[in-house]
């Protein structure tokens, strides 16, 4: 259960769904009910099978490419790092395109609530955690971005605008600590 809550945290802000709540926002603005529902379990669906099919290859990749953990932790806590830098100094994250009947899959499934941070987060807590701990935090995490979104109307209401950036920019935050500990470690790893 540990395991579990250790793996949870990192994920959670790595999937980040209340920083993308303002971009599910925007871009199903004007869509009836019905259609927003599907671009939501849309969205869910791509994410967990993309992160999930990236848990199963990613490993196998490194080790025909010569990757060590150390490599991996060194570049993916670069990467986090340079991912929060974005979140905490851009207004917002980019929008990619708004082609509602693949808004679910692209942008929101992958890359925003499925992508860099989740892949590098995710590889690194398999190897610091194990498989079943990372599989089972991933896919609770994407479940509770499907909350939030499903609740966007409310949460919007409540926190407004300055209250959903704030929210984003404070993840950005953690997340950036997540990745200097990760780089942290990966450095340890090759002076150990």
Not at 27 to 40: C, K, P, Y
Request: charged share 15%.
């Amino acid at each position: 259960m540990r395991e579990f809550w250790l793996c949870f945290v990192p994920l959670f802000v790595a999937v980040d769904a209340l920083g993308t709540l303002p971009i599910f926002i925007s871009l199903t603005a004007g869509l009836e009910r019905a259609r927003v529902r599907r671009i939501i379990w849309q969205s869910l669906l791509t994410a967990t099978v993309v992160a999930l099919a990236f848990l199963g290859v990613g490993k196998g990749i490194f080790a025909l490419l010569g990757i060590t953990v150390a490599d991996f932790m060194i570049a993916g806590g670069a990467l986090l790092f340079l991912l929060s830098l974005r979140g905490l100094l851009a207004g917002e994250r980019e929008h990619f395109f708004e082609n509602h009947e693949t808004l679910g899959a692209v942008p929101l499934g992958v890359p925003l609530l499925a992508g860099p941070a989740v892949f590098t987060t995710s590889l690194l807590l398999v190897d610091e955690y194990g498989l079943i701990p990372t599989v089972l935090a991933t896919i609770a995490n994407i479940l509770i971005a499907g909350v939030v979104f499903w609740a966007s109307d409310s949460i919007n209401r409540v926190l407004g605008e300055s209250g959903m950036r704030t929210l984003s920019k404070i993840a950005s935050l953690i997340l950036a600590a997540i990745a200097v500990m990760i780089v942290r470690k990966g450095i340890m790893s090759y002076l150990g």
